[in-house]
């Protein structure tokens, strides 16, 4: 399980860009970590409990900006959208 926990970080680390996949995933890697680090306290486990960990942050952090960039108005939707009609 600890070789699944570390790849599931490195995949996390490319993928933490979108959030929802990203918390997704670092939550199902860090498990994984959790649980073989208990049983065979192995370096592989502890290397996927911290890339998941990091990836986590980095997932979150990104929901933050984006929450705020969204509420506070510096992203605007609705003209996204109307360029992007007109693209087509």
């Known amino acids: 399980m600890a070789r699944y926990s570390v ?3 490195i995949i996390l680390l490319v993928l933490w860009v979108v ?3 990203g918390l997704m995933l670092a939550v199902a890697g860090f ?5 073989s680090y208990g ?3 192995d370096d592989m486990a502890r290397a996927g409990i911290f890339l998941n960990s990091l990836g986590f942050g980095l997932s979150l952090l990104n929901l ?3 929450f705020y960039l969204f509420a506070s108005g510096e992203v605007d939707i609705s003209n996204m959208i109307e360029q992007l009609n007109q693209l087509e």
Do not use: D, F, R
């Open 31 to 35: 498990v994984l970590g959790i649980v």
């Open 64 to 66: 933050a900006v984006s």
């Open 19 to 21: 959030p929802i996949v």
């Open 39 to 41: 049983n065979l306290k």
């Open 7 to 9: 790849k599931i970080g």
